[in-house]
């Protein structure tokens, strides 16, 4: 079977229409023609020779297949040979679910879940093992996580996740993990393909690809688009705009990449989904009452051109460069995420309206040799690093009260437009009008050593230098940064750091089929972001995690089983709540213990299944300003989580191709602040596959919470955010 990439037929994609984008979009183009000319000019100047690529991934559906080597790690080391939990999830098993956004796959690694702090009811922010996680594309940051962005998969070739902290790696970060989407770099043989999804809620996805060579030697392109619209579950519409350029040049020892990525997102925000009511979300509602306000929205405009090179200078040393400019916008109408809006007389009171409009400029430099030797019979890997990033955010946002809606289990929101709300600026309401600095500087060593063929050692060590900076542009009554000082128009609330990460894990291939490894490591993260800095700019975030495993591998990889055990405990942690009334940020010490493992078999070449359980007990250790929640689970952290999927593939009257699947995902109980007042209950939703394959061509019909059971997907401050109900989606691809 030909491989099978991201290939979709799609009409135009429309332009883009934030005005803001224009800067981005310009150093953009003026960086692809620039790599464009110099190409044309330096192809008269060097004679090319063959070049390998590391990371060609194929086509599979197997996600811990021991041989892969994820970029994530930097080293090439290759998923057997690493003393830590690392997940791959390959595009096919993405195209077998069905899946377009990057919250339809995750489940596909252990210990992953949607929600926890300021999720908002709209865009990804997922925990791991019941921590914060980092998305990252193509190896670079998406900026402030949190008022973040929606992930289409748009392009991308698979999903690598790295459970457990990396800021050894990758600097600032929280201990949860590492999720790092990357996208298909083009191909020397033209060809092209696209796929249409069609389904419940007025749907529809359809995005398409091309590839080849341009005609310069050496010097190959691609263009991923994606347009989707869907008018939504519970109505709440949304639609994405997104196209991908890329070119690759091989030349002389060198692999040159640059990339446009361009998105415009909108959705429909549903912070309060289904109010709490007596600990839970209210029972007797229809599924589809709304209690947001009818106007919400979210708009966001995303320009990042990359530019990365690759020099193979010797067998000895290769010197990475690779250089990612970013600009995000975010214009959002949010109703108030807070424990304060709640059901009382049968009325649902203290509801409010956020107006927000953030904008996100960076700059991040990174210069990465890449070192391969032997002392003795040692060998080494050893990557060494540089690392700059600037950031700049503007972040204005002001609060309105709303009218109350009068019977709770009949839900109207009485408001009907902007028109009808005044928003305010006081200690009541959420406001401020901030330009957030922040200047990143690491030096960075990991060194994967193979002391023998059966005996791994890895460490790490980084050095960051941390210089943030809030300057507030408005007095707002009552607003107090953290060391109980007001937050004044023109003065600036800064904070220096210089906080040392590092890791260490050792791995060894006692059998054939069993590698146990152990590992501990030291992350830290920045508590700089337009949530955090509410209360100014704090000290970072820190953590310890403990971490030992155990890697089995049988029948030539056929059954590979990953099992892990961890011990995590972080310190400053900013946590959503409600003091007085009115949404905040504390800051606690929480611990998570567990054990986790997951399963990968492929028994014959019809049939495959993959499980993974998780099994987390995370709890506030201390918390100054709320004594009362010591004890207590953070937001959005399950006690177990467990997923299941497989497939069996079968010929009909001599015709081979046919495919049958299906899967369960269980999530426990989980709280939605830290006061642990409110939770949503446990869920299970059964998953269908039925489909077709042909050499060139496919058909795929995906069926969705099979039982139409009722369930949250996460639970947010004042209410939860409803999964869909019964649903199923058609896809044709072709490629070509």
Known sequence: MPHIQDRRFSPAVRPLRHSRLSHGVHLALLTGVALFASTAWAQEAVTLTPVSVHGVYDQSDRTNKPGLAPSLGKTGTRIEDLPASVQVIPRALMAEQGATMLRDVVANASGVNAGGQDSKGYFDHFLIRGLNAQIYSDGFSDGDQLSGLSHSLNGVER?????????????????????????????????????????????????????GPTGVAGLDYRVDATFSHVDGFRDLHS???????????????????????????HETPDSYGIIYFDGQPLRHVSINALYSSPFTSAHSDFVRPTLSDEWAVSNVLTINNRLSYLHRTLDAVVNGDSASTRVTNGEVVNRQLRQQDDADDSVDYQFEPVWRFATGDVHHTLLTGFEYQNQRLSTERSTADLPNIVDAFAPVPPETSLADVTFKCDAKHSCDDDRLRANYYGV????????????????GVRQDWWDTSLRPRITVPGRFGTDGKPLLAGVEDSCND?????????????????????????????????????????APESALQYEAGIKFAWLDDRIVLNTAAFDVKRDHVAAATTLNGVEAV????????????????????????????????ATIT?????????????????NFLGNLWTTYRFPIAGMPGFRIGGGVNYQDKSYSDITNTNSIPS?????????????????????????????????????????????AFVSVHADL
């Open 444 to 459: 960075y060593a990991t060194d994967q050593v193979d002391v023998t063929d059966a005996f791994k050692l890895r460490a």
């Open 239 to 265: 639609h994405d705009y997104e196209v991908r350029p890329s070119l690759r040049w091989l030349w002389g020892n060198h692999i040159t990449d640059v990339a446009l990525d361009a998105r415009n997102i």
């Open 159 to 211: 999903v690598e996740i790295l459970e457990g902290p990396g800021s050894a790696l990758f600097g600032s970060g929280p201990p949860g993990g590492t999720i790092n989407i990357v996208h298909y770099a083009p191909a020397a043989t033209f060809h092209y393909g696209g796929s249409l999804q069609y389904g419940s809620f007025g749907s529809i996805t359809n995005s398409d690809y091309v590839t």
């Open 683 to 727: 869920s299970v939703v059964w998953n269908g596959l039925l489909g077709y394959q042909a050499s060139v061509w496919g058909v795929d019909v995906n069926l969705r919470n099979l039982t139409n059971r009722r369930y949250f997907v996460a639970a947010n401050g004042a209410g939860a955010l409803v999964g869909e109900s019964r649903s």
């Open 498 to 538: 210089a906080p040392l990460s590092w890791n260490i894990g050792a791995l060894y291939k006692l059998f054939s089929w069993m590698s146990p490894y152990v590992g501990v490591s030291r992350s830290h993260q920045a508590n700089f972001n337009s949530e955090n800095t509410q209360n100014g700019v704090g």
């Open 586 to 617: 504390v800051f606690d010490s929480q611990k998570t213990r567990g054990a986790e493992a997951s399963i990968d078999t492929a028994l014959t070449d019809q049939w495959h299944l993959l499980a993974n359980v998780t099994s987390q007990d």
């Open 622 to 638: 201390d918390n100054p300003q709320g004594i009362t929640s010591v004890g207590h689970r953070p937001q959005g952290a399950p």
